[in-house]
């Protein structure tokens, strides 16, 4: 299961550990059960504190592994093979169930710890799925803080009888004691809020407590960590709040232009970005979406009110709060959302395998998630509104290549159709004849451009007439003391590597907006 680098690597991450750790087995005569048995054995032989024995409960999921703690009796449980972006959870499982520090602050691992009642959670996931570690990571060190808090990772491709019986349709999805819990990306600090009512309150009322910034940056993704970075160094007091850390790179698979870095992933460049921007002085207020962004011409400070109440005052403001994915605004979309409609192929492709799907969109974001789904589901079937593809020369070809990928042009996407409880078809109109279209499939993946996260700023701040922040050279938008860097602003070009110059521009013309300033 493990080659000679990886079992190197992880035999130097189990010299962490403190205390033992049992790994009770629940596996079968299967291939997957084989594989599993292999994967735990491979581990057990790199340290000594690592022991494996053969679960004998029948309830438990085959095949599955559970991870128990020797000196709390904690229980993490994986059912499949966590492989692929999952074996970093499994890893991290393992240190923290063997009594290796984790990296949250003492406050959030004592709300974990008083935490009252009983918690099941369940995560389905799939191994290709870029956002499920953390969340997985989230609740596994809430069940190794928390004895009465259990979860199970279950890999949905390997279940898919009880990911059918549930609806799941998206990836990360978490139940709690039987119940659906969330859908999506979800972060520990949100899952706290969810649990513990009193979180939220608690939470703002630290917020407010806050000095006054120098500098503020709204949003945490490559123009959010730029501008943070440049301000640090300059020495004046630096924040930044954002929604999560990393933004929609933490979405993005494949990263092969960022320059000298030939290839690289969203989540390895998120958790590079964040490391560096700790690396200074800056205040991180994760976990939090601005509402308004006004300046206070009393006080002559720009002042940022949050979702939860709160209110961040600072000279000056970098707006980062980049783009999401483009909707359809077509009857049926928001109904089956997570239920068949889905806008990362990488995450839930997996969940459609062997089952027809559509792509909507025939740029280079469209045709790699057609290629993609190509080697998972029955037939991929892109719809392109206009009548030529904009995605690239050598995608095209690689897609004219394979025989389960249908390209129509012309089709406007006027329906999503379902049976209540998920897909069942997509209606479409031939915008050449006007003649209506029905194609049968499972799911549909929307692959249509970029929206400006800029909504909570209408009407003080300049927006074009497609949302985005108007910016001049300097970064400058229509207010004084409120700058704006990457995709939420009218740069023509949406790519990590402008976000990141754009970020660097906007902190220094705040910065050089500063020193001009009186007192």
Known sequence: MLDTTLQAQLKSYLENLKTPVELITFTDDSLKGKELTALVNQIASLS??????????????????LVRSAATDSEIRFAGIPMGHEFTSLVMALLHSGSHPMKLSDEVIE??????????????????CQNCPEVVQAL??????????????????????????????????????????SQGRISLTEILNK??????VRQAQQLAKKDNFDFLVVGGGPAGAAAAIYAARKGISTGLVADRFGGQVADTMAIENFISVKATEGPKLVANLE??????????????????????????????????GAVLSSKSVVLATGARWREMNVPGENEYRGKGVAYCPHCDGPLFKGKPVAVIGGGNSGIEAA?????????????????????????????????????????????????????????????I????????????????????????????????????IMVNNRGETSVPGVFAAGDVTDSPYKQIIIAMGSGANAALGAFDYLIRQDG
Do not use: C
């Not at 709300?111 to 290709?128: A, D, K």
């Not at 207020?285 to 206070?296: I, Q, T």
């Open 140 to 181: 596994n060190m809430m069940a190794a803080i928390n004895p009465q808090i259990k979860h199970v990772m279950v890999d949905g491709a390997l279940f898919q009888t009880e990911v059918f019986d549930r609806d799941v349709m998206a990836v990360p999805t978490v139940y709690l004691n039987g119940e659906s819990f």
């Open 371 to 431: 290629i993609d789904l190509a080697g998972i589901v029955e037939h991929v079937t892109v719809l392109e509104f206009a009548d030529t593809l904009r995605a690239d020369e050598v995608l095209l070809r690689k897609a004219n290549s394979l025989n389960n990928i249908t390209i129509i042009k012309n089709a406007q996407t006027t329906e999503v159709i379902g049976d209540g409880k998920r897909v069942t078809s997509l209606r479409y109109t031939d915008r």
């Open 48 to 65: 000594s504190l690592i022991t494996v024995t053969q679960g004998t409960d029948i309830n438990e999921r085959v095949p599955s592994m």
């Open 195 to 200: 649990v513990d009512k009193s979180a939220g």
């Open 111 to 128: 709300q974990v710890r008083n935490l009252e009642g009983n918690y099941q959670f369940e995560t389905y996931i799939s191994l290709s």
């Open 433 to 468: 004849t006007g003649e209506s279209h029905n194609v049968d499939l499972a799911g549909i993946f929307v692959q249509i451009g970029l929206m400006p996260n800029s909504e909570f700023l209408q009407g003080d701040i300049e927006l074009t007439n497609r949302g985005e």
């Open 275 to 308: 490391e560096h921007v700790r690396d200074y002085d800056v205040d991180i207020m994760n976990n939090n979406k601005a509402s308004n962004v006004k300046r206070n011409e009393t006080t002559g400070m720009v002042d940022v009110t949050l979702e939860n």
